[in-house]
């Protein structure tokens, strides 16, 4: 930190993008250097915001989702075929989330999902105009994961689609992909900044739940979770099977999850719900709240792990 102080005092120059050149952020503790880490994990949520960069978050939402579903459908396929154990099929998803949210959640706040995209809009915390681009985006890049797999493999196993298991009904399937989806969307609001999954807390809490809940709920529904995820290989493959279920199922699981959030954190949306969350809703914290949430929409704190004690200290 002592170069970082030097070339603050020295009056080093920063790039107008970083936080450190902003005005408003000068009475921060981290230096340029530290400030440019953050800004390479966490992004800016100006640039989130920015309606001339929808294009740039649709194409990451259609990039992202098309490598989510070629690590799912094409490990269901090659489960199917005998080549891979189911272990693998399930913990894959989980591993690529985990990358796809470190590479590019700060750009689209890495979505990936109707379910999700609806659970953020719903708290409030995503503008529902943005949230028919998103969802047709991630059902394209479902969509082209599953012909790239045709295209390699051929017509087999259904493409990795998600059917309920032998011996298992539909509402059974059912009511698992509403449990399991409301645990995925409870553990995403609760790791997200604001509707942005971003940085390794949200990384390591959504990839591991999807291959925690894969390893032992897989042989019942198949562990969709996403109706984006099902709809590639019932698309490609002409296979319609039960696919109601993956999308009554998520959405369902989705709408529960909203209303848990409500009860641990209050309403979303506005400053308040950029204050992290915290639960600290009652009177006399209100006002410091606020207060934390203005200097995390100014650049002036980062609301991430790394300022988490600072934030801390704000609320006491």
């Not at 390479?40 to 001339?52: A, I, N, S, V, W």
């Not at 959640?105 to 943005?130: E, I, M, T, Y």
């Not at 409500?262 to 809703?281: F, K, N, P, Q």
Request: some cysteine.
């Amino acid at each position: 930190m002592s170069d970082e102080r030097a070339g603050t005092a020295s009056g080093g120059s920063t790039s107008p993008a970083s936080p450190a050149a902003d005005p408003a952020s000068q009475g921060m503790a981290f230096g340029p250097r530290t400030h440019h880490l953050l800004m390479l994990e966490f992004g800016d949520r100006r640039d989130f915001d920015d309606p001339r960069r929808e294009w740039r978050r649709l194409f990451s939402e259609l990039m992202g989702t098309f490598l989510l579903v070629l690590a799912a459908a094409g490990g269901g396929l090659l489960h199917g075929e005998g080549k891979i154990s189911l272990a693998a099929a399930v913990v894959a998803p989980g591993l690529m989330v985990m990358g796809i949210i470190l590479f590019m959640g700060a750009v689209s706040g890495a979505h990936l999902n109707p379910a999700v995209s609806l659970a953020f809009a719903l708290r409030g915390d995503f503008p529902w105009k943005r949230v028919p681009g998103y969802i047709i985006m991630q059902l394209i890049g479902a969509t082209l994961a599953c012909l790239f797999l045709y295209a390699v493999f051929g017509n087999v196993q259904h493409l990795g689609a998600t059917l309920p298991g032998p011996g298992y009904a539909d509402w059974q399937a059912l009511l698992m992909e509403i449990v399991l989806t409301f645990g995925l969307v409870s553990v995403i609001l609760g790791t997200a900044s604001a509707a942005q999954n971003v940085g390794a807390i949200a990384a390591l809490g959504v990839g591991g739940y999807i291959a925690l809940a894969g390893l032992w709920a897989a042989p019942v529904s198949g562990t969709s979770m996403n109706p984006a995820r099902s709809f590639g290989p019932a698309l490609v493959s002409g296979d319609w099977t039960s696919y109601w279920v993956y999308v009554v199922g998520p959405i369902a699981g989705a709408l529960i999850a909203v209303g848990c959030a409500y009860i641990l954190r209050g309403r979303g949306g506005g400053i308040i719900g950029r204050a992290a969350g915290s639960g600290e809703l009652g009177p006399g914290v209100l006002e410091k709240t606020k207060k934390l949430a203005s200097e995390i929409d100014r650049g002036e704190v980062e609301p991430t792990a790394i300022a988490d004690a600072d934030a801390d200290k704000k609320l006491l």
